[in-house]
């Protein structure tokens, strides 16, 4: 099974190493100290904290799995797209709903950091998958619930 790329921005890859050193280094450690201290009051059947510190334990190596995960498979997106002609990951587009009237300006941005309210939409959204490979002045469908066309007005 081929493995899925996950599109980072810059910021966005530095988070998740220092998160990832962070629990590693620091979360990991403390957890396995609170494991040893429970294990010395006893009985373990009944120990809550004991159980707690397991379930704290888990959680730490799934969210370490989980970065490390994202971590192999990151493309870093080109943010420089200055005098680019065509839509790509990382570029922003002004563009126009041709029903409406509207103009929106979005960036396309990878999945894990794509925030709607702020402008920020996935590579594998409806709107950013009909616009990718676009030049400026195109009118693109897109495949959405209800189809509607937008031009590209703009590419920065």
């Known amino acids: 099974m081929e493995d ?6 810059k910021e966005s890859l ?3 190493k220092k998160r990832l050193i962070f629990l590693q280094e620091e979360a990991r450690p403390q957890v396995i100290e609170e494991i040893k201290e429970a294990r010395n009051q006893g009985d373990l059947s009944e120990n809550a904290e004991y159980d707690a510190a397991r379930d704290k334990q888990a959680a730490i190596e799934n969210e370490i799995l989980e970065i ?11 943010e420089d797209t200055t005098g680019s ?3 790509k990951i990382g570029s922003t587009a002004k563009l126009l709903d041709l029903k409406t009237k509207q103009v929106l300006t979005v960036t396309i941005v990878g999945a894990l950091d794509a925030d709607p309210f702020s402008g920020k939409i996935s ?26 066309k937008v031009k590209i ?3 920065m």
Do not use: M, R, W
């Open 68 to 78: 490390q995960h994202i971590l192999e498979n990151a493309i870093l997106i080109d």
């Open 153 to 155: 007005e703009s590419i």
């Open 85 to 87: 002609h065509i839509v």
């Open 123 to 148: 590579n594998s959204s409806p709107l950013a998958k009909a616009i990718l490979g676009h030049k400026v002045d195109e009118i693109v469908e897109v495949e959405a619930p209800k189809k509607y």
């Open 14 to 16: 530095e988070q998740y």
């Open 4 to 9: 899925k790329k996950i599109y980072l921005t």
